[in-house]
């Protein structure tokens, strides 16, 4: 599968591979955007069955200087529907492209390609994203 899930990604023919399979979708947990430090994004990228790319996300824009300490980011993921969270707030639901199969999490400092757009002259270096824990439960 791997050998075959390559060769689909080395020809820009992703959504040719199954849907059953966890890489169809992509779940950020949390977005964040160094030159934005007040900005986070909770999205979940899929494609329908007919093969329309999809994405389902939410901003949220504060005062707050994220970058300046730790903060909770949390994902509920049912059956029906999926829930984003920073510091017990919501962000963002959706009820739509749910996935029902394993799927890797994101937690991601974007740098560079289409969004944010290529570093420059003003482009923080090193970025730094530190996690202190990752927690899974299942109801």
């Known amino acids: 599968m791997e050998y075959i899930m390559a060769e689909a990604v080395a020809n820009g023919k992703e959504s040719m ?3 059953a399979r966890p ?3 992509e779940i950020d947990i949390m977005e964040f955007l ?3 430090p007040g900005v986070v994004y909770g999205t979940l990228h899929y494609y ?3 093969g329309q790319k999809k994405t389902s996300s939410g901003t949220w824009r504060s005062n707050i200087d994220y970058t300046a300490d730790f903060h909770v980011y949390a994902l509920e993921w049912e059956p029906d529907s999926m ?3 920073i510091d017990d707030q919501l962000i963002h639901s959706t009820t739509s492209g749910i996935p029902h199969t394993p799927h890797y999490l994101i937690l991601n400092t974007a740098v560079g390609g289409r969004w ?3 570093p420059d002259s003003t482009t ?3 970025q730094y994203h530190d996690i202190d824990y990752v927690k899974i439960y299942r109801r």
């Open 116 to 118: 944010p757009g290529n």
């Open 34 to 36: 160094g030159h934005e």
């Open 124 to 126: 923080v270096f090193p």
């Open 23 to 25: 890489w169809y979708s």
């Open 83 to 85: 829930r984003w969270y």
């Open 17 to 19: 591979i199954p849907e």
């Open 48 to 50: 329908t069955f007919d």
